[in-house]
């Protein structure tokens, strides 16, 4: 047999004796075997003989440490470091070495952390992969670089690192990018763990504070008067309105600086150069993220030229030393808007397209474009809705009752059962979430679309909506696509209701409208209802003249062949013929009295109904030839109605 022969170990030096010792009794207790452990014991004293103050070695050079340690082939002793806190490494170390044991060993010996927060995260709905990506390597690279566990964590440790991962010169952008998505989710857990009582806020809609929005303003005397002007008006504004008068503010003092830049100062600005603006800016191509290289419409110009009125008279009002000599915004320059009907889809396309809302896979969308259709509501309500949005009042159903929403005010609106069934549906697999702050008023708000620790954003009701026409194949004449908001299902249920015989009156408080003005535009699209008071008015008029309406040279009473074969929607009546033009449109009464139940017949008629029947049979053939499908199927109801009297006469 051969002999084992035990290699010596290398002694550490004397000041790491309690590390080492430490690290040796770890090793005694792993499951690997004699040679690996025999291993692991032999580098960690070869790098400690070669650095014997790890603290300090920790201070060299990031890719200098990384030879060293791939040199010495120290990576298991440091790990261990790391992950007991012994020592603390930097961010870019730990990021650089990539796939390692130092991750999952920290989370071995933190055992109760790992667990609280992947409780934490299966109300998250994450892949597998991701959750392993936050869980696995965000929570415990946070935990080792700032030495803390989830007990001690801060709000600053989850800044720092935030921190640490954006000011990073060694890291790729795309290595910083996937590592800030990862760092944003550990947020989210923290928020839901209570180790934070700060929501994470995606990059992209962090809040501007007014001196950050008069930065882009290029003139050095201008700029603090834009910056205290924003200040001041957002005590009493809305942010949305405070950041339009920015952008045309920001957007005037750039024109300024390209064509006038003599004019340093609001003072020196006079009526002849917001002459020579607004006739640009009222050509000008569109701008920004979502311009196309079109030119701006009507109204964008008009929201420019009142924002640069308010901020001109406000200066004057106030009595602000630096203002403009003269005014220099006049209210005639206000151009009148275009005043559009709401644009309401077609019940046609509009059945279409809720069927192809019910088949959505994303259910956060299929709910809110369901509650949107089915409410009347704005999209900005819709995202406001909270948990206890809905009201159940004995003997009149459940009502929704709608947050603040555009013009400040709440109202409480009736569902169906489809649109409560899809409501249901939504908070059943919402599940629970801790509260976020209100942006209106900081109060916790458990707001109904909220999802992984977030709400839903405006854009994904909007993807919702363009699958759900692609998926109902509504193509605009081109073929494209056919393009629809979430405004327009406002406007649809609005026009529906309106046609269905409801009240403007009860319509403007389902709408929140505070105005008349404001409803009065959907009775412009209330088509069933207009057409059937036009035919009513139409009917008395004809009464009053005795006469049938005929919009040609021909005879009242035509011949039987000639009013067969005309150009007529024709109708069958005693003692003679209709001979309404195609212009007019289908009688509403036509051949009324033969498809009323009580009308009755007998035997001695019975050549008058043959005849009738022979005439509706040719004027049926006839219309279809013509492609009237509303006067075939006129037709067939009457002929239906006449053969069941003759049926019976003739038993």
């Not at 790729?172 to 990018?177: D, K, Q, S, Y």
């Not at 009701?461 to 193509?475: N, T």
């Not at 199927?633 to 239906?640: D, E, K, P, Q």
Request: charged share 25%.
């Amino acid at each position: 047999m051969m002999s084992t022969v035990t290699k010596p170990l290398l002694r550490p030096a004397p000041g790491d004796t309690d590390l080492c010792e430490d690290y040796f009794g770890f090793v005694a207790e792993l499951s690997c075997g004699p040679q690996a452990k025999y291993l692991r014991r032999r580098h960690a004293a070869a790098f400690l003989n070669n650095y014997p103050n790890p603290m300090e070695w920790m201070r060299r050079p990031v890719a200098e440490r990384l030879l060293q340690i791939k040199r010495l082939d120290a990576w298991p002793f440091l790990s261990w470091c790391f992950a007991t806190g012994r020592l603390v490494p930097d961010l870019e170390l730990l990021t650089l070495k990539g796939k390692g044991t130092h991750f999952s060993l920290w989370s071995r010996l933190h055992p109760d952390d790992d667990t609280a927060v992947s409780r934490a995260a299966t109300t998250f709905d994450w892949s597998a992969e991701w959750e392993q990506r936050v869980i696995g390597n965000a929570f415990p690279l946070l935990c080792m670089t700032r030495g803390v566990d989830l007990q001690s964590m801060t709000e600053a440790d989850l800044d720092a690192v935030e921190q640490a991962i954006s000011a990073s010169t060694l890291l790729a952008p795309r290595t910083r990018r996937v590592l800030g998505g990862q760092h944003r989710c550990l947020r989210k857990l923290c928020y839901q763990l209570g180790v934070t009582d700060i929501p994470p806020v995606h990059p992209n809609r962090r809040e501007r504070t007014p001196a950050q929005r008069a930065e882009t303003v290029p003139q050095p005397l201008i700029r603090p008067v834009i910056a205290r002007y924003l200040t001041t008006i957002a005590a009493t504004l809305r942010p949305a309105t405070v950041t339009s008068r920015a952008e045309h503010l920001t957007l005037l003092t750039v024109w300024l600086s390209g064509k006038h830049p003599e004019c340093r100062e609001l003072t020196g600005l006079t009526r002849a150069h917001l002459e020579e603006f607004l006739a640009w800016d009222a050509t000008r191509l569109s701008q920004g993220r979502r311009g196309r290289g079109e030119r701006i419409s009507v109204t964008h110009h008009m929201h420019a030229v009142i924002n640069l009125r308010s901020f001109f008279d406000d200066l004057t009002a106030w009595g602000w030393a630096d203002r403009p000599a003269e005014t220099v915004v006049h209210r005639a320059d206000i151009p009148r808007p275009p005043a559009p009907l709401p644009r309401a889809l077609a019940p046609q396309t509009d059945s279409a397209l809720m069927k192809a809302v019910a088949k959505l896979p994303d259910t956060a969308a299929r709910a809110g474009i369901t509650l949107l259709r089915g409410g009347g509501l704005r999209l900005g309500e819709l995202l406001d809705l909270e948990l206890d949005c809905l009201w159940d009042l004995p003997g009149h159903g459940t009502w929704l009752k709608v947050p603040l929403g555009k013009l400040n005010t709440e109202r409480v609106v009736p569902l169906d059962d489809a649109t409560l069934a899809a409501l249901d549906q939504w908070m059943g697999e919402r599940g629970s979430q801790r509260a976020l702050p209100h942006p209106r008023t900081g109060r916790p708000a458990d707001f109904l679309f909220t999802l992984r620790g977030s709400r839903i954003g405006a854009t994904r009701i909007r993807r919702g909506l363009d699958d759900a026409v692609r998926a109902a194949g509504l193509v605009r004449p081109g073929g494209t696509p056919e393009h629809v908001t979430p405004h327009q299902l406002r406007h649809t249920y609005a026009t529906e209701l309106v046609n269905a015989g409801m009240t403007l009156q009860a319509l403007m408080a389902l709408l929140g409208h505070v105005t008349p003005e404001m409803t009065t535009r959907y009775a412009h699209l209330a088509d069933t209802t207009v057409r059937a008071s036009y035919d009513s008015a139409m009917a008395r008029i004809r009464e009053s003249r005795q006469l049938p309406l005929v919009v040609s040279d021909r005879p009242v009473v035509p011949e039987r062949i000639e009013w067969l074969h005309s150009e007529m929607l024709k109708t069958r009546v005693a003692h003679g013929y209709c001979s309404r033009h195609l212009a007019a449109e289908a009688c509403p009464y036509a051949n009324i009295c033969e498809q009323c139940d009580n009308y009755t017949t007998s035997t001695e008629f019975l050549p008058q109904i043959e005849a009738q029947i022979h005439d509706e049979t040719e004027l049926r053939e006839d219309a279809l030839e013509r492609g009237w499908d509303s006067e075939v199927a006129r037709h067939a109801r009457v002929i239906t109605s006449l053969q069941k009297h003759l049926d019976r006469l003739k038993a």
